[in-house]
């Protein structure tokens, strides 16, 4: 995401105030037993957690609390340790519990409130991530938001931010009116400084997608490597018409460097969410369905648009670890795995030693391993090897003097002992079903059901799709999720965007009318829900006072809603013959291009609809 500059300065750290005595109602910690892992995992702190609901801006204004509102999520590593250092400590949940509205939320069942956190963390500080963290006046403005802090800077903030709030209630109040009006005048006039460049979309795309990518070691950017599955599926969709011929080479890269190295788990399957170096040597070790589901369908789409076996092969690959490993007891599949196990160690799950495989190999196994494996040498993690595949496996058979069918023949058996004594580790699952993720899932399967005859990608799809009729939808609106005890949260606009997309897909791989009737019927919906004043809404209600909607949702982590939608709306049968919805979307996309045309990076999903 670009980022903004702002005239006003973060105003927080001031003089320290005596602490007064609480003057606020006494709270209790809600979280126990909650749906959401996440939130239950909360529900022994000492912090009196609450869950959230919009009628507590009632309660924070009637005694003139502070809102603190916390967003992480099961599998984030950095939230187990802020969880461990500062909610579970004594004296920070007393501070908390007694000056502010301590607020815990999950952000995969809350994503409209956790985005227009993320939105004004970003503006503000230039980067963000979870644990977010955001302190609120009553009304709903925000002051301040962070990420991480260890627990004492934690804890002297809350203590000044407290302290100043007591003194001068009604200035702080305005600042943070004043730093949102301040926040919506500069994006518009970035927007108004890009708009008119009359580019065209697929050059603009290519343009900047060149200019980020990193063609040492692939991706984009020169830190942290992210898949950017969305930037990547376009680039490959433009190999073709790529008259300079630099679009293959780099998307070749960036895939072989994904598929062999750190980002990928070659033991058990399926990929991590990201990489924190620029080489993709060392992950942060949760697993998503989002990224796995939509890692697969850019890999089976490389693979048939670059004629390339060993991408359709990690595509076919990834789908089928999601199959054997995620499937949830109410028909979709669950969200992710932590990125710790149970006694908190980060990558302790996906490492081993050298005493561990001399003890689990035997000869053959454990030189064949060591050698393709690159499991030797300085190890990657602080509990040991992390598998990656840095030579070819017909050269490493040559230099060690056997033939291919053997050496293979050797990996196969190490890998097989690997996974059965990794077993006997314990990785937590965050076991809710999000609507939004099993519908890019179901896409995936479809384009496998396209490319291969193996009935069993057919055969999953057609019950994920039946769950996500049965039990995601009521007839009249969509669920966020399912969970143990039922359907959990209300959807977003991206539930409704990649359900409807799933379906639309699915549609065209089962002979039943009724998939692409549904998804007529959602996209419809979501038009009319979360698109008012030409902008974009994540949710249909007013959750916070300020930054109000968007132009358009950018391609991150999850596909944008609104050029899903979009598209949507302009192909699907029923809704072509729509002259008011075609004349939404056509407007839609005009002021898209007008503002947002030379920025196309962040929005890969409107090339085409832009062309």
Known sequence: MPQ?????????????????????????????????????????????????????????????????????????????????????????????NQKFLPVKIDRELEPALDAHLIEFVELTRGHAGWPLNVILTPEGYPLIGFTYLPKQRFYNLLKEVSERWQKEPERLAE?????????????????????????????????????????????????????????????????????????APFVRLTLDQMARLGLHDHIGGGFFRYATDPGWTLPHFEKMLYDNAQIALLYLNAGEKLADTGYLETGFSTLDFILENMAGGSGGYVGSFS?????????????????????????????????????????????????????????????????????????????????????????????????????????????????????????????????????LWDGKQLLRATGKSGGIGQASVKDYALVAKGLRDWSLIEADKSYAQLSDQLTEIAWKKYYRSNRWYQSDTNILPGLGGSIAFTDSSLPSASAVLSSLALTGKSLKNDKQLQKRVLAHLQLVKKLLGADLFWYAGYVDLLK
């Open 4 to 96: 903004l500059t702002f005239s006003i300065v973060v105003f927080f750290i001031l003089l320290a105030q005596p602490v007064g005595a609480a003057t606020t109602s006494e709270l209790s910690n809600q979280l126990a037993s909650h749906a959401s892992p996440y939130l239950a995992m909360h529900g022994d702190d000492h912090v009196a957690w609450q869950d959230w609901r919009p009628t507590l801006l009632t309660q924070t204004q009637k005694e003139n609390r502070l809102l603190f509102i916390s967003s992480g999520y099961f599998s984030c590593h950095w939230c187990h340790v802020m969880q461990r250092e500062s909610y579970k400590a004594v004296d920070v949940a007393e501070l908390l």
């Open 175 to 247: 600042l943070a009116r004043q730093g949102t009006e301040e926040i919506i005048r500069t994006k518009l006039a970035v927007m108004q400084q890009k708009a008119g460049t009359g580019s065209d979309p697929v050059e603009a795309f290519t343009t900047s997608s060149l200019e980020m990518a990193d063609d040492m070691s692939g991706g984009f950017g020169r830190q942290s490597k992210f898949p950017m599955t969305i930037q990547l599926q376009q680039l490959v969709n433009l190999t073709k018409r790529d008259k300079e011929h630099v679009l």
């Open 339 to 471: 990125a710790v196990d149970d006694q908190g160690r980060e990558g302790f799950y996906y490492s081993w030693t050298t005493e561990q495989l001399k003890q689990i190999l035997n000869s053959d196994e454990l030189k064949t391993a060591t050698a393709y494996w690159s499991l030797q040498g300085e190890e990657v993690t602080e509990y040991g090897y992390l598998p990656t595949i840095k030579n070819d496996l017909s050269k490493l058979a040559d230099s060690l003097h056997m033939k291919p069918a053997s050496l293979k023949k050797h990996l196969k058996s190490a890998q097989g002992k690997l996974v059965k004594f990794r077993e006997k580790r314990s990785l937590p699952v965050d076991d809710k079903q999000l609507a939004a993720w099993n519908g890019l899932f179901l896409s995936a399967l479809a384009s496998a059901s396209q490319l291969t005859d193996d009935k069993k990608y057919k055969s999953a799809g057609s019950h994920l799709a039946n769950y996500l009729v049965k039990q």
